[in-house]
């Protein structure tokens, strides 16, 4: 198993930033994506980046390209979210998750995910 723990969130004016941190433990010799998702009130749980374990590949949703930026160090079993230019509507929680059997369903889709931190807030004030 794995224990995923987000750490970071909080309230932003919007244009501001904040940095994501997802702290891994247990199997993490297992983890092959580790990928971000938000969820905002009413709403469906959406992909916003994934970033691949070994290769550091990344991918990100349409709706924050070029405004986040997802890393990750293997050494540390961390991966990071940087948000800039936040809008209002990236409030939302936020959830990283990982894959540890390499599935092949698409990367957006959470249904690859194996185990799921518990999330942070994120609120952009406007």
């Known amino acids: 198993q794995v224990q995923l723990v987000e750490s970071g969130g909080g309230l932003v004016q919007a244009g501001g930033s904040l940095r994501l941190s997802c702290a891994a433990s247990g199997r993490t010799s297992s983890v092959y994506v580790m990928g971000w998702f938000r969820q905002a009130p009413g709403k469906e749980r959406e992909f916003v980046a994934a970033?691949?374990?070994?290769?550091?590949?990344?991918f990100y949703s349409v709706s924050v390209k070029d405004r986040f930026t997802i890393s990750r160090d293997n050494a540390k079993n961390t991966g990071d979210l940087q948000m800039n230019s936040l809008k209002p509507e990236d409030t939302a929680v936020y959830y990283c998750?990982?894959?540890?059997?390499?599935?092949?369903?698409?990367?957006?889709?959470?249904?690859?995910?194996?185990?799921w931190g518990q999330g942070t807030q994120v609120t952009v004030s406007s």
């Open positions: 970033i691949r374990w070994s290769s550091g590949n990344t």
């Open positions: 998750a990982v894959d540890t059997d390499s599935s092949p369903s698409i990367l957006s889709l959470p249904q690859r995910y194996d185990y």
